[in-house]
């Protein structure tokens, strides 16, 4: 069973808990549409510019982020989604698309943990916690066909596996990303 990572296109207005300057809305309207557009390598330059004068502005970095995994740089993602946790510790989204993530290299372990931070900072985001069980029934998927390879006549392990496979209709488990921050931090 593969994990395919399932990143959201657009990126979709958030609802901020303080009132932002009519100048700011416009920009980040205008980096929206680009991006909405299609135009990923005009929205990333206006987000840069736009955050090279408003460096704390965790709404302008999250877009970023989406911005660069629809461009395809991820390494690029990680780096400013992790930017982001260490900025703004209690936003649970950066911490969901880092997970979608780090799924994508495989790298389960740290996915995990990312998701369980999100949780313990926003216990009711649905998001990532069907994210967290998609990652736990990879990983389960994983240890229940090693156990079938080693032993082909473990039929506990084969039926759990095919269970798992059922669970998600034969396909591979997605994981799903946050498009946009619920609240700015305060």
Do not use: C
């Amino acid at each position: 069973m593969k994990v395919a990572v399932v990143l959201a296109i657009g990126i979709t207005a958030l609802n901020l808990v303080a009132a932002e300057s009519s100048a700011s809305n416009a920009a980040l309207k205008e980096i929206t549409l680009l991006s909405d557009q299609g135009n990923q390598a005009a929205a990333l330059d206006k987000v840069n510019a736009y955050l090279s004068t408003n460096p704390k502005d965790a709404e302008a970095m999250f877009m970023k982020g989406v911005i660069l995994v629809e461009l395809g740089k991820r390494d690029e993602a990680i780096k400013t989604f992790t930017d982001l946790t260490e900025k703004y510790p209690n936003l649970p989204e950066p911490y969901n698309n880092l997970a979608v993530l780090y799924a994508d290299q495989g790298q389960y372990d740290k996915a995990r943990k990312a998701l369980e931070t999100a949780i313990k900072t926003h216990p009711s985001y649905a998001t990532a916690h069907e994210n967290l069980g998609d990652i736990y029934a990879r990983l389960a998927s994983e240890a229940y066909d090693k156990a079938f390879k080693l032993d082909t006549s473990n039929a506990r392990a084969q039926s759990k596996l095919s269970m798992i496979t059922n669970l998600f209709g034969g396909k591979s488990t997605n994981v799903a990303s946050a498009t946009s921050v619920a609240s700015k931090p305060v």
